[in-house]
């Protein structure tokens, strides 16, 4: 069954065995993806005082993560990056969404102030390549008349962990600079021809927080949270847009969920009104897990989650799935586990 099929056909919500004592106090262990790391740490809050399970997630990036579900050393890995059929079939894995977030340009400028500063796809892949080395350079400057822009040097920090937040940025920036595309590529760890490298969402933010002409992309939860610059970019009508909840949902709307393992491709979408640079973030749940109970509750935690945790999930600036995302999950589940 594709996964159109799922989506319009899997209105029924999954029935999961009741919640026994053997639920209260149940751990989970999971590892992967910063990204969704803020989300994932809220609704374990939330899930631990509903029903009693413990969530335990180590936000340690998708490399990483796929490594370990792959060992089967956590009860489940969370990546960025989404595995492709072959891979799933090769590590016995079901991939599902649980939400999507978006990437933003944050930025450290003396002078320049929240959402002031203008860029393009273009000059962000450059910038990245080592072609745009000041901020005072022409380029920018013709974008962002009137803005006092210093001579000072630009400071690119990237992600030196196995990453699938590099792995929607690289996505992007190959997608709208053939050049990127030619001499960096796509992958979760890629090689930048200059900048620094910091571990995690968290690394790259607190890069940006403390070096001046600092530039780097992050989750934008991690923006709000440490009070970052981040900058408008123009999107692929051409219109300078703003990281906010109505550019982030005009892209989000396009999404097509029917692709194998629900990968979704929200990159430089259609629409006046789009942030160029949303995606969906997945767990990788073994099919055949080493403790079915453990990996039961795994599926219980992401379903109170999708059930009373979109609102959790809107608050720190995510994009909750719809309804019927989170109905053709639970077929798969249901498709995989029986129950």
Not at 106 to 134: C, F, H, S
């Amino acid at each position: 069954m594709n996964r159109r099929s799922l989506l319009l056909g899997a209105s029924a919500a999954l029935t999961l065995p009741a919640l026994g004592a053997h639920a209260q106090g149940a751990q989970i262990t999971g590892a992967g993806a910063s990204f969704p790391n803020p989300i994932y740490q809220k609704w374990a809050e939330a899930v631990r005082g509903a029903t009693g399970i413990q969530l335990n997630y180590q936000s340690v990036g998708s490399g990483a993560g796929i490594n370990q579900i792959r060992n089967r050393t956590v009860d489940f890995g969370a990546t960025d990056a989404p595995l492709s059929a072959q891979q799933l079939t090769e590590g016995n894995l079901l991939q599902f969404p649980t939400v999507m977030g978006s990437l933003v340009a944050i930025v450290n400028i003396p002078g320049i102030a929240e959402g002031q500063l203008k860029l393009t796809g273009p000059l962000l892949a450059d910038i990245y390549l080592g072609k745009i080395t000041r901020w005072n350079d022409p380029q920018i400057v013709a974008l962002n008349p009137g803005l006092p822009l210093p001579s000072l040097a630009i400071a690119p920090a990237y992600r030196a962990d196995g990453s699938g937040t590099t792995f929607v940025w690289v996505s992007y920036l190959s997608a709208v600079s053939p050049e990127f595309k030619e001499k960096v590529g796509v992958g979760t760890s890629v090689r930048f021809p200059v900048g620094t490298g910091a571990r995690g969402n968290e690394g790259v933010a607190g890069t940006v927080r403390n070096v001046r002409g600092a530039i780097g992309y992050v989750e934008n939860a991690y923006a709000i949270t440490n009070k970052l610059v981040t900058t408008q970019i123009r999107n692929k009508a051409g219109n300078f847009v703003k990281p906010d909840h109505k550019s982030f949902m005009a892209a989000a709307s396009a999404a097509d969920w029917s692709v194998p393992g629900f990968a979704a491709n929200v990159i430089d979408q259609a629409g006046p009104d789009s942030w160029p640079i949303v995606a969906p973030t997945f767990i990788l749940l073994p099919i055949n897990p080493n403790d079915a109970a453990r990996s039961a509750n795994v599926r219980r935690f992401f379903d109170w989650a999708f059930t009373n945790g979109s609102r959790l999930a809107a608050e720190l600036e995510y994009i909750p799935l719809p309804e019927s995302v989170h109905n053709a999950v639970r077929a798969a589940w249901r498709q995989s586990f029986g129950a």
